[in-house]
């Protein structure tokens, strides 16, 4: 029996599910167009100054190439937050809980979406989500604070408060465990595009982490015998409306 067997999702919920999966994608990913037009505005001195309009796609285009981190990264990552679930699940009553109170939301409707448009939707979500928080809000943020601080400084600092404002987003993840892995995880991710100025790298990263962690919870919905411990979310969007 797979998980589609033993949890399965209404087609209405799955539809929900993937509409507003897509729709929040494109809210990111226009959000990140934005800050990146101010970012190139602020560089060069706007485009009232004789600038070239479309100067921005052209920075982020400059961004778009591969690192050797894009592969180990996300690897290494879900080896790590897998490995801490499995060991901790059985011995933390705690941590089992804020767990279980995750599966029971839309965290735990994603892993019985289709697979195909899991992995594309995964991926345009990493990209966007990057588009803001590293290409974006670190960029902003270490152009503005360089008129007060050091280079040096200003980067450290940009990093640390995109890396807040993307744990404080991710709000759908309780426990102490829970935000902390999603701190460091967006910690490293602004550490990565700091250092290789690769936006590709850490967009693809991203995305396959979060296709990796769907597809392992879905083995584990599988391994478990009560996966969501009762009642089994099928309705979470439906509830929402």
């Known amino acids: ?22 729709l929040s994608a494109l809210v990111w990913l226009g959000a990140g167009i934005v800050l990146a037009i101010i970012v190139t505005c602020i560089r060069t001195g706007g485009f ?64 019985r979406m289709p697979v195909l448009p899991m992995f594309f939707l995964m991926l345009l979500t990493g990209f966007s989500e990057e588009l803001v928080f590293r290409y974006g809000l670190i960029g902003l943020l270490a152009l503005l604070l360089a008129f007060i601080l050091p280079d040096g400084a200003a980067i450290v600092i940009s990093v640390l408060l995109s890396t807040a ?9 309780k426990g102490a465990w829970h935000m902390a892995a999603v701190f460091v995880l967006g910690l490293v991710m602004g550490v990565v595009f700091v250092l290789t100025g690769s936006l590709l790298s850490v967009a693809f990263a991203h995305g396959m982490y979060d296709f990796g962690i769907l597809l392992a919870e879905r083995a584990n919905m599988v391994r478990e015998d009560d996966y969501f411990d009762g009642k089994v979310p099928v309705d979470v969007l439906a509830g929402m409306g």
């Open 165 to 173: 404002i993307f744990t404080v987003v991710h709000t759908q993840y």
């Open 1 to 22: 029996m797979n998980a589609l067997e033993k949890y399965p999702l209404p087609q209405e919920e799955c539809d929900r599910l993937l509409k507003t999966i897509l």
């Open 48 to 111: 009232l100054a004789g600038g070239n309009p479309m100067a921005w796609v052209n920075d982020i285009a400059a961004t778009l190439f591969p690192h050797w981190t894009m592969i180990a990264l996300p690897l290494a990552a879900l080896v790590l937050v897998e490995g801490v679930q499995a060991w901790r699940m059985p011995r933390s009553p705690g941590f089992r809980e804020s767990t279980i109170q995750i599966r029971q939301g839309i965290t735990g409707e994603m892993p």
